[in-house]
């Protein structure tokens, strides 16, 4: 464990499950969808494959 890190006694006592306030701890950024090609032409048009396409 790095110092950058909180210790487990110092998480214990802010006690962050019990706060509905908290809603960004230790959250990913949004990330776009990922897509999938099948070959490279479609793949330069950005049209995903078949088999993504709802």
Do not use: K, Y
Not at 4 to 21: C, F, H, K, M, Y
Request: hydrophobic share 40%; glycine share 2%; proline share 7%.
């Amino acid at each position: 464990m790095t110092m950058i890190t909180d210790s487990l006694a110092v998480v214990l006592q802010r006690r962050d499950w019990e706060n509905p306030g908290v809603t960004q701890l230790n959250r990913l950024a949004a990330h776009p969808p990922f897509a999938s090609w099948r070959n490279s032409e479609e793949a330069r048009t950005v049209r995903p494959s078949r088999s993504c396409a709802a």
